[in-house]
């Protein structure tokens, strides 16, 4: 069953955001003002280094592949007489911060699922 999906641009679909992917579940789902919880400081070896709720974490930020971009949409009513899902365009990003508990998250995992853009592209 096909369903269409109507994608329009926001008030803020210009706006850069900063994708956050953390080793914890948050209940919630919405902005929120990250920087006033999550300081963030650079390691020597280029590094992110922070704590949440008192948990020290590691990250680094990831990019998404070359000719990819992230974008965070917001589902809303269809316009009258239409049909299927209208989501609007919130903002965009181009890489995902991935955070570790107690340490920078090994290699694999996120990053591995990155690199299948480009290994697409290639097959």
């Known amino acids: 069953m096909a369903a269409a999906v109507r994608l329009r641009p926001g008030p803020g679909s210009a706006v850069p955001l900063q ?3 953390l080793p914890c579940r948050v ?9 006033a919880f999550l300081r963030v400081q650079p390691g020597p070896g ?11 974490m590691g990250g680094r930020d990831l990019p998404l592949p070359h ?20 989501v609007t365009v919130m903002g965009t990003f181009d890489a995902i911060r991935d955070w570790g508990a107690d340490g920078v998250p090994p290699p694999g995992g996120l990053a591995l699922a990155l690199q299948w853009g480009d290994i697409a592209q290639a097959v």
Not at 49 to 55: D, I, K, L, V
Not at 73 to 84: A, I, M
Request: net charge negative; glycine share 18%.
């Open 19 to 21: 994708a956050q992917l």
């Open 27 to 35: 209940q919630y789902d919405g902005p929120a003002p990250v920087a």
């Open 46 to 56: 280029g590094e992110l280094w922070a704590s949440f709720r008192g948990r020290r």
């Open 67 to 86: 000719g990819y971009r992230g974008m965070v949409l917001q589902e809303g009513e269809p316009p009258h007489g239409d049909e299927g899902r209208c």
